[in-house]
């Protein structure tokens, strides 16, 4: 049996990611930290962090730096720190710029709150691929974004920002339809269209847009007189409407165009 992977896994207060489960294995050795106090990590958790060839951690954004500098004298070398933190991709690279080169990995998770899908770990940083490497034997999946710190954070970001938009413009056309005493109906309507949605529909979406615009300048105009007549304001329809607006004053969408075979 070859021997286990020594990982060590630092959470700060109730946060209590998913990935614990992922790394109880036979291939490793797994330490788990709970960190009540950041100044006393240098004291109480030498041997966990010594110790480790890998040390994850997952702190609150206001305590990822401390943590960080606390960690970084203790760590052996070539062992690598993984920032689970969410955070902006500058705040990574100045977190970053504390490690020596290729031990530092910038680390988001995806799909930690579906449990019908396999946990994902995006990672980027100069240490990403040879984290892959190391943990291949898991079953967690791996996404090496790049080699620079900050990606990972960025598309995870990027990802809060579609499904934050698209939680809000579901809000406001549940209170819109509300105005007029269609909710029922306008939310079963709505799920249907969300057990239909897939990456050929966001595509025929996004060409639809950039191709048809005017028309839906007309359809959005009729939304708007809808509204106007139920008394209902809309929180979204101004930033729709001027999304639209860029588009037919030539911003291009990316990706608005099937690519070429």
């Not at 005017?214 to 106007?228: G, H």
């Amino acid at each position: 049996m070859e021997t286990p992977i020594r990982v060590t896994l630092m959470i700060q207060g109730e946060m209590n990611p998913l990935l614990a489960q992922y790394l109880q294995s036979e291939t490793v050795e797994l330490t788990v930290i709970e960190i009540s106090h950041v100044s006393d990590i240098a004291t109480q958790h030498v041997a966990a962090v010594s110790h480790a060839q890998v040390v994850f951690a997952l702190t609150s954004q206001h305590h990822a730096l401390t943590v960080a500098e606390q960690i970084v004298p203790l760590l052996a070398t070539g062992c690598i720190y993984v920032d689970l933190t969410t955070a902006t991709p500058a705040s990574k690279k100045r977190r970053a710029g504390l490690f020596p080169a290729e031990t530092f990995v910038d680390a988001a998770l995806k799909n930690q709150g579906s449990p019908s899908e396999q946990l994902t770990l995006s990672v980027a940083g100069a240490g990403a691929q040879r984290l892959s490497e190391l943990l291949s034997p898991l079953d967690l999946q791996i996404d090496v974004v790049s080699d620079v710190p900050g990606d990972a954070a960025a598309l995870k970001l990027l990802h809060d920002m579609f499904t934050k938009n698209i939680t809000s413009v579901l809000i406001d056309t549940l209170w819109a339809a509300e105005s007029m005493g269609m909710q029922e109906r306008a939310f079963e309507d709505i799920k249907q269209g969300f057990d239909s949605f897939s990456g050929a529909r966001a595509q025929e979406l996004i060409t639809d847009a950039s191709v048809n615009f005017k028309r839906s300048q007309i359809e959005m105009a009729d939304v708007v007189e809808m509204l106007t007549d139920s008394g209902y304001e809309s929180t979204m329809l101004a930033p729709i409407q001027f999304n639209y607006g860029r588009i037919m004053h030539g911003k291009k969408i990316p990706y608005s165009k099937p690519a070429k075979k």
